[in-house]
């Protein structure tokens, strides 16, 4: 019903920046919100950002606040992850979600390295 794809991940050196992509498509009227959890090796998957469509008020967790920018352009369907001041720490599958009513979207990841 709604296919989320991710791209924009890569390798950087700690201290870079990395923007990452999320383009919906399918059946995307109606969007109650969109935002990112990352997975690293080993470790569970962690929330990192989400933001509400109808208000653009946008959510943090906290190691990722002033560093991190979540932004959406509802032309092209995409919801964005500005990472600045990357960190070795923030080495991790990226994965896209989106909710709808009582339903829950999952992209297939997209891999972010930052080496030092």
């Known amino acids: 019903q709604v296919q989320l794809v991710e791209s924009g991940g890569g390798l950087v050196q700690a201290g870079g920046s990395l923007r990452l992509s999320c383009a919906a498509s399918?059946?995307?009227?109606?969007?109650?919100?969109m935002g990112w959890y990352r997975q690293a090796p080993g470790k569970q998957r962690e929330w990192v950002s989400t933001?509400?469509?109808?208000?653009?008020?946008?959510y943090y967790t906290d190691s990722v606040k002033d560093r991190f920018t979540v932004s959406r352009d509802n032309s092209k369907n995409t919801v964005y992850l500005q990472m600045n001041s990357l960190k070795r720490e923030d080495t991790a599958v990226y994965y896209c979600?989106?909710?709808?009513?009582?339903?829950?979207?999952w992209g297939l990841g997209t891999q972010v390295t930052v080496s030092s």
């Open positions: 979600f989106a909710r709808k009513y009582s339903n829950e979207y």
């Open positions: 399918g059946s995307i009227s109606s969007m109650n919100s």
């Open positions: 933001i509400i469509i109808s208000t653009s008020s946008t």
